[in-house]
């Protein structure tokens, strides 16, 4: 006698995996939270460039014949602003720029430095600092619709 085959039973397919909706919610979150850390990186780096320090300022030059550092520091709270500048090279206007910035040149004694900031909105202050060799030789501020702002001095 033969024995009998045992039955088979049958078994469910695999599941297929959820459709793209069931991960929306997740996919949502993670996109929120890049969104939220963006947010926060770009408020924290909002600071202000600071000018270069006295020990990054070459000592191998004899004092007289040694360039000095003059950094132009722009801020305040308007959303953007037109800047006029001296450069090394002669004035520089750049039109719409964002705050806060800054920018460093090297310049000789007796050179002219001069940085003006017109505010673009209607609303907001416009504030501009200038630093020679890291010290402060001109700095204001002005707030108001369209304000202008101006600093200026002579590298000593």
């Known amino acids: 006698m033969s024995t009998p085959e045992p039955e088979r039973q ?3 397919p ?8 069931a991960y929306h919610g997740r996919i949502m979150l993670i996109v929120g939270a890049v969104l939220l850390a963006a ?3 770009a408020v924290l780096s909002r600071g202000e460039a600071p000018p270069p ?7 191998s030059v ?7 550092y003059v950094h132009y520091s722009i ?3 308007a959303e953007t602003v037109d800047v006029v500048m001296q450069s090394p090279a002669g004035a520089e206007q750049t039109s719409n720029a964002t705050l806060p910035q800054g920018i460093s040149y090297e310049m000789s004694s007796g050179d002219f430095t001069y940085v003006q900031l017109q505010n673009c909105g209607e609303s907001g202050e416009v504030t501009c600092q200038i630093y020679v ?3 402060v030789i001109s700095e204001n501020t002005s707030s108001g619709p369209h304000s202008i702002v101006t600093c200026e001095g002579t590298v000593p």
């Open 10 to 12: 049958l078994t469910a």
């Open 14 to 21: 695999p599941a297929e995996p959820a459709p793209p909706q």
């Open 39 to 41: 947010v926060v990186i």
């Open 53 to 59: 320090a006295a020990d990054d300022i070459p000592t």
């Open 62 to 68: 004899p004092i007289g014949e040694r360039p000095h």
């Open 75 to 77: 801020g305040g709270t």
């Open 133 to 135: 060799d890291g010290d």
